[in-house]
């Protein structure tokens, strides 16, 4: 006769263990993504740069040296802007303030809001590229037709070390309207 | 509660208890392993056809370069649901079967520790792979994103049946979840007295090690389809750069749970092969308990070589050099188990039946998948051999020569056990040779192709590959046909047709389940064996 009371069942015991052990797992992949995120942040190994704008306080600027900066852009499919940076290679001293300007235009027949989102590469100079001021902070709405000149501004941070001598910042734009949209009519019936 | 019911039946009825239940009623509320086994184990060689069938119509469009047979995008789908199915429907559940067949019997045990639940595990799997296949039929069609399913072609550029995917992906974990507590909790708690942690055999010890890797990556692999059906259907940006996510970050968490995942179809493997050989061989297997040690270490090393699989995403060259020493590292144990096999070998007094034979190949075939696996982690040339055929030539030699080839040589040895019958020699043995000559014919030349630059899950080709893409193709077929002899030849075994097979079966094997009556009675080991 099996009379073992459930609590003391030797396979209840282990069956929870190895329960909590599959949702612990499960919880572990979503941590993965926060994770990943300051992993990211710290090292910088990603290319991502800072998303909200940094202040911009007279480092001592250091003259012995030129950093070269490419400027590249690229628009997703579907996104039919025009989009270009109107500099696009720059020779910066490391603390000093600069500001670049990227060109767009809609083409199309409605209004798009468009989110560019800025890549370094290699993804180690993203730590040392401070943005004061970007158009990548924001959604950015284009009216039909219209054209629009929109600033970047930054200076590349002294700490960085000595062999970073030339890096690339990608813009990709991406036509986000959907998003946008949602979000807007969100604001519109908490404000009622 | 059980007694109780029994009491019942008995009073009504005047049931025979110990009859086994007739009719579909029979394989539907089974919680007897040895029924349980025969579904997983017939529901994955029903997969394997299915998948090969699909594989023939990848085989049969790149037969030719242009476009002949299917559109890209069925090519795709194609390509998508073959992998799916083999890794998710034929490999994983074959290798459950076996652990449903097996794992009591060579314990001792009279049964697995959670009979229902074992019941459910696997009747959840049709659906899974109902859902799965019904998509192909939908409009836009089924998953064309790669068995991977890499954001973002799986969340911004997928169809709209992405959801039966996940949803299917899911299931399969669920089952996969529930058979790998089923043997961690049996083998914890239900060896017979007597049977030491280091007494166990092999099976057992590579089974319980893989269910511990099931259950720590499946929930991460339901976790990232999570994700990608919130992407794609909530809004949510885990992996879209547009709100902030990172599309590189999904192979991260997806390796994180694929790379071990190729250990799990391969583990089993080893331990399959370490019963074969010594039993052909005559001796005791060489170097038990570094086999142990080296299948430990295979699983912990599994957990941090994710990333060598994403050498072209721009990591820092620190981290690939990270990926790539720690990957090399596991060609160690692995090297262990290589030694052990042809150590078993040496001076055995060796005899060549058909399991046997497969092992043999599953040796030296699994080693020259091992090698290109090697290649591909070198760093710098690994750019070289990125998504190209020499990777589908790699991953198949260890899946298809490895993985598939020790199902068939464990199906032939324990067939008789199962089914009390010999099986038909000459159809067995023109399984294996036509096998093992159209599985190379199939896979080797695509070394060749790949090294040359062919990239992999593309309907068509430059004009140079042509050649050995028709030999490649021609092989496939091959390949595809012999499955059909092993088919009829299962089919005569379970219709219990041949020669009455002994209780030994082979007169080298060793271990428990060679000491019960074959076939294995319905209900085995009741009162537990004592162990010397």
């Known amino acids: ?192 | 509660m059980s007694t109780a019911t029994d009491t019942i039946h008995h009073d009504e009825h005047d049931d025979h208890h110990h009859h086994i239940p007739k009719g579909i009623k029979r394989w539907l509320f089974t919680t007897n392993h040895k029924d349980i086994g025969s579904l997983y184990l017939w529901f994955s060689f029903i997969m394997f056809l299915t998948g090969g069938a699909m594989a023939m119509v990848i085989r049969a469009e790149l037969f030719q370069p242009g476009l002949q047979i299917v559109d890209p995008n069925f090519f795709n789908q194609m390509t998508t649901v073959h992998g799916l199915i083999m890794v998710f429907g034929a490999v994983m559940p074959a290798f459950t079967g076996l652990a449903n067949w097996l794992i009591p019997m060579m314990i001792g045990a009279p049964d697995m520790a959670l009979p229902r639940m074992n019941n459910w595990s696997f009747w959840i799997l049709p659906f899974a792979f109902l859902i799965l296949l019904s998509s192909l039929f939908l409009e836009g069609g089924g998953p064309a994103f790669g068995w991977t399913f890499y954001a973002p072609l799986s969340t911004t550029y997928s169809s709209d049946s992405t959801a039966l995917f996940v949803f299917s992906v899911h299931i399969m974990g669920i089952s996969s979840i529930m058979g790998a507590i089923n043997v961690i909790v049996t083998i914890w708690n239900m060896r017979a007295p007597g049977m030491t942690w280091m007494k166990m055999p092999m099976f057992v010890w590579t089974w319980l090690i893989t269910a511990f890797l099931l259950i720590a990556v499946m929930p991460v692999l339901a976790g990232v389809v999570t994700m990608v059906l919130t992407d794609k259907y909530f809004g949510t940006s885990f992996f879209n750069a547009a709100g902030g996510g990172d599309p590189v970050m999904f192979q991260h968490i997806f390796w994180f749970f694929g790379h071990p995942e190729v250990y799990i179809m391969i583990l089993p493997a080893f331990g399959i092969i370490s019963h074969i050989i010594p039993t052909f061989a005559r001796k005791p297997l060489f170097g038990y308990a570094s086999m142990v040690y080296a299948t430990a270490s295979i699983a912990l090393l599994s957990f941090i070589v994710w990333a060598h699989h994403m050498f072209t995403t721009g990591m820092p060259v620190a981290a690939e050099m990270f990926f790539m020493f720690a990957t090399m590292l596991i060609s160690v144990p692995t090297g262990v188990k290589v030694f052990n096999w042809v150590a078993t070998m040496w001076r055995g007094s060796m005899t060549f039946e058909i399991p046997m034979l497969f092992a043999i190949a599953f040796v030296v075939l699994f080693t020259i998948g091992g090698l290109s696996g090697l290649m591909l982690a070198i760093t710098p040339v690994d750019f070289q051999y990125h998504d190209t055929y020499f990777v589908v030539a790699h991953f198949h030699y260890v899946l298809v020569t490895g993985a598939v080839f020790s199902i068939m040589a464990a199906a032939y040895y324990w067939l008789p056990k199962w089914t009390g019958v010999m099986y038909d020699n000459t159809l067995a043995k023109w399984h294996f040779w036509a096998s093992l000559v159209s599985v190379n014919v199939l896979f080797f030349p695509m070394h060749f192709v790949g090294l040359a630059g062919m990239p992999r899950r593309i309907p068509d080709y430059a004009l140079q590959f042509a050649d050995f893409n028709k030999w490649i193709s021609i092989g496939g077929f091959a390949f595809g046909l012999s499955q059909l002899i092993f088919l009829a030849l299962l089919i005569k075994a379970c219709r219990k047709q041949g020669e009455p097979a002994s209780d030994q079966v082979w007169d080298g094997a060793e271990g428990l389940e060679w000491e019960i009556p074959s076939p294995a009675p319905y209900h085995t080991f009741e009162t537990p064996p004592v162990i010397k």
Not at chain 1, 57 to 76: G, Q
Not at chain 1, 142 to 164: H, K, N
């Open chain 1, 1 to 192: 006769m099996m009379n073992q009371s459930t609590s003391n069942n030797p396979n209840t015991k282990l069956v929870t263990k190895l329960v909590v052990i599959v949702f612990g797992m499960f919880t572990f992949g979503f941590a993965l993504v926060p994770l990943y995120d300051v992993f990211c942040d710290i090292t910088g190994i990603n290319g991502k740069t800072n998303e909200t704008a940094v202040v911009y306080e007279a480092t001592d600027i250091d003259r012995s040296r030129l950093v070269t900066i490419d400027f590249i852009t690229k628009t997703t499919t579907g996104m039919p802007w025009a989009f270009e940076a109107k500099t696009k290679q720059i020779q910066v001293h490391p603390g000093e303030l600069n500001q670049v300007e990227f060109y767009v235009r809609n083409p199309a027949f409605r209004d798009i809001v468009g989110q560019a989102i800025p890549s370094v590469s290699p993804g180690t100079a993203a730590l040392y590229l401070n943005k004061t001021e970007c158009f990548c902070f924001n959604n950015q709405p284009l009216l039909a037709g219209a054209e629009a000149t929109m600033p970047m501004q930054f200076y590349v941070d002294p700490q960085i070390p000595e062999d970073v001598t030339y890096f690339t910042v990608q813009y990709t734009l991406y036509d986000v309207s959907a998003a946008a949209q949602k979000v807007a009519e969100a604001q519109a019936e908490a404000s009622e």
